[in-house]
């Protein structure tokens, strides 16, 4: 059985060539193709409940740092078992609190 070496070496060089002109057109078509004058704009929108929190964010940092004092004043009464709960206020605020939060979305 022989085998042929020419028609092995022709096929792959055939291979390459078209290779090499697939890859002439599309550097040719790129050069010839117009620049876009504008590019894409990008755009960003969102939800209620981002804007509600982004509002949040400008408000506490609106409203500057903590009391550092009052912080340790309520950390001395905590640890001393000194700090009473009302638990009807407590309520109270975490409803409308969550009355607040409930309009924003």
């Known amino acids: 059985m022989a085998i042929n070496m020419n ?13 090499q002109k697939q890859q ?3 550097v040719k078509g790129a050069e010839q193709a ?4 504008t590019a894409a704009k990008d755009s960003v929108s969102l ?3 981002a804007q509600a929190l982004k509002g ?14 009052r912080v340790e004043t309520l950390k001395k009464a905590i640890l001393n078992g000194e700090y009473a709960i009302d638990a009807d206020k407590l ?9 607040e939060f409930g309009k924003a979305i």
Not at 34 to 37: G, M, R, V, Y
Request: aromatic share 4%; net charge positive; charged share 25%.
């Open 47 to 49: 939800t209620p409940q």
């Open 34 to 37: 117009p620049a876009k004058a």
């Open 24 to 26: 002439e057109a599309v």
């Open 7 to 19: 028609n092995v070496g022709n096929r792959t060089n055939l291979h390459v060539e078209q290779k």
């Open 91 to 99: 309520a109270q605020k975490m409803s409308a609190f969550e009355g």
């Open 56 to 69: 949040m964010q400008k408000q506490v940092s609106a409203e500057g740092t903590f009391n550092k004092e």
